[in-house]
């Protein structure tokens, strides 16, 4: 399944919907369960714990039937006397001789076990589900995080953020409670039979004979409500993304007073959750009373036919007491099973969205047999490179072709939409060239390893992005450095001088997205990002375009100064920018229309000639 497929399942509908709405629980809620084989020690005690667990409680209403028995003088008579024959001799002795002390202390010690290994169980159940959760959630991570740029485009932060937060912990619920709802139901019913049979087999098909209706009532209420559910998850993720997008936008959305139109966004998505929640509501409210009907026939017949067959003598007293009691831990699960189905129809909508995630696979990837770049960038080169983007008929790049050695600088400028950032892109291999080849000391692009073409470039955006924390946590930005590294960084990129002035200097926090800083002191803080990295190869996309003239003048003077055998590709609408370079390209829709320095260019009286005029003002004076 190529990404596109895969990112589609993640933030709309299954393609696969139709034929998967009608199963029970799905497939897709099975592929957590290879999680837990790592844990599969704690997972072996919870369920062996579990089931012990299960067996003590029924335990001590054993206990109680043969106390009944004995007070009422029939100790020995009925079928619960039979069942004395798995006792222990030791156990029947101490019975025998201190009757009332140890029917009390039986029963005690039932609840003890009970409480003990319950205890032990739920331990084990839950750490493993956050255990699990973790796994999975770190899992998806990876994932999102090895595609490629292309896959973000038309995909919002929100509806991905709903998928590792809420959806995986839908999961965990599913590890730690829907497992052991399970293990409580399939144990309970397997002792409460064993035991019960032992006692009356009559009485038994009285009691388990009606609960083979739960099964289609089951059935009906799973197909009904999965995708319901499903669409629930989805409602979820969309209002996640338009409170994102309200939440980093609330200075646009305050300054063009859009509070209310924003609010009726919510609104509408909201709403989506809201109709899909009352229809999984209402299914599950038709199916729970049947449950509570089941419960009701059956305490009916079995009092009805219990008290026949204990005036009849088939049954004494005491047995017929430890069946009523037994009932009650039986319909508990009966109401549980409805609980259980309802839990994992919702893991099962979970489910699809986050092992869609975990299955992302990146279009752009190293080949088998790419190979790790030795040593710095030297050369870069578009050889004939045409490109256009995913999902559009027009072409972005036509034709490029141009060469940039060890120490050079390369300038691009251009309109709007004339394809300069492109270029970026595809040296940063965002996306793949459609024809043609980018080169890297020769060699095409695509036979070197993502991670050692990267380890040599340093990026900086016309957008430059500060995650939250301090500016020493944004310079220093995944990698080690030194004091003397991190001043060095600041220096050349000119943020030395307002970093010093700070009360907290290099401590400060710069907010979420950097913003307590203004837009040249977030410029400049990502460009010492990228210097720290001591790069053989410096990408600036706009990257002045916040700065005024004399601070780009200095932070020019600084690179140029220190980057002697560094190459440097510049993309600038302001043409003070690149004025310095080797080379400049001239692009008008994706073609290179004049090239050459900047007085070649300024006297061609083309395109880049006319861009100078208007920037200077010459323009304007003639």
């Not at 869609?356 to 190979?371: N, Y």
């Not at 251009?414 to 000391?441: C, F, M, Q, W």
């Amino acid at each position: 399944m190529s990404s596109t497929q895969h990112g589609a399942s993640i933030g709309n509908s299954d393609d696969g919907e139709n034929e998967e709405s009608t199963q029970i629980l799905g497939r897709r809620i099975w592929r957590i369960f290879p999680y837990v084989r790592p844990y599969r020690r704690r997972a072996t005690v919870g369920i062996a714990t579990n089931m012990l667990a299960r067996i003590f409680d029924l335990v001590p209403f054993i206990f109680i039937g043969f106390a009944v028995d004995y007070y009422s003088g029939t100790a020995s008579g009925g079928r619960l006397g039979d069942f004395r024959i798995f006792l222990d001799e030791n156990l029947l002795n101490l019975i025998s001789d201190e009757q009332a002390l140890s029917y009390g202390i039986l029963i005690f010690l039932g609840f003890v076990g009970l409480a003990i290994f319950q205890g032990v169980s739920d331990f084990c159940w839950q750490t493993l589900g956050y255990k699990v959760q973790h796994d999975l959630r770190l899992d998806a991570t990876r994932s999102l995080i090895r595609m490629e740029a292309s896959y973000y485009d038309l995909r919002q932060t929100g509806v991905l953020m709903s998928v590792l937060s809420s959806d995986v912990n839908q999961l965990e619920d599913v590890i730690s409670d829907s497992s052991t709802s399970i293990i409580r139901i399939f144990t309970t019913f397997i002792t409460a039979f064993a035991i019960l049979m032992m006692m009356s087999w009559k009485l038994t098909a009285v009691l388990f004979g009606p609960l083979v209706l739960i099964f289609p009532m089951v059935y009906l209420f799973s197909t009904r409500v999965q995708r319901k559910y499903r669409k629930q998850r989805e409602s979820t993720g969309g209002i996640n993304a338009v409170l994102e997008n309200v939440i980093s936008g609330i200075s646009v959305v305050q300054a063009y007073n859009a509070q209310e139109w924003e609010t009726t966004r919510v609104s509408n998505e909201s709403e989506g959750y809201r109709d899909q929640a009352i229809g999984a509501s209402l299914d599950r409210n038709r199916f729970i009373p049947g449950l509570y009907s089941v419960a009701g026939i059956v305490y009916g017949l079995l009092v009805s036919v219990g008290g026949w067959l204990m005036k009849e003598g088939d049954i004494s007293t005491g047995a017929f007491v430890t069946f009523l009691l037994i009932m009650t831990r039986l319909s508990m699960p009966l109401f549980i099973f409805g609980m259980l189905v309802n839990q994992l129809q919702r893991g099962e909508a979970a489910a699809r969205r986050v092992i869609a995630m975990v299955d992302l696979e990146p279009s752009i990837v190293d080949k088998v047999d790419a190979t790790a770049l030795e040593g710095p960038i030297e050369r870069i080169e578009f050889n004939d490179v045409h490109f256009t983007y995913p999902g559009t008929d027009t072409a972005v790049l036509n034709g490029i072709n141009f060469k940039v050695g060890q120490g050079g600088f390369l300038g691009v400028m251009g309109h709007t939409g004339a394809g300069k950032s492109t270029i970026l892109k595809l040296i940063l291999r965002y996306y793949e060239p459609d024809s043609g080849e980018v080169l890297i000391n020769g060699r095409n692009i695509q036979d070197i390893t993502l991670n050692s073409v990267r380890e040599q470039m340093g990026f900086v955006s016309q957008d430059p992005f500060l995650f939250y924390g301090s500016i020493r946590d944004n310079v220093v930005y995944s990698r080690d450095a030194s004091e003397e590294e991190i001043e060095i960084a600041l220096r050349l990129a000119g943020a030395d001088e307002f970093v010093i002035d700070m009360e907290n200097g290099i401590n400060t926090l710069v907010g979420d997205r950097g913003v307590m800083l203004s837009g040249g002191q977030r410029a400049r803080i990502s460009l010492a990002r990228a210097m720290l990295m001591k790069p053989s190869f410096l990408i600036l996309d706009e990257a002045s375009s916040a700065l005024d003239a004399e601070t780009e003048r200095r932070i020019q003077s600084n690179l140029l100064g220190t980057g002697e055998s560094r190459i440097t590709i510049a993309v600038a609408h302001r043409l003070s920018t690149i004025r310095n370079a080797d080379e400049i390209l001239s692009m008008v829709d994706g073609a290179v229309v004049e090239r050459g320095t900047h007085d070649i260019l300024v006297a061609n009286d083309g395109v880049y000639s006319s861009q100078w005029a208007i920037q200077t003002g010459a323009l304007e004076e003639e």
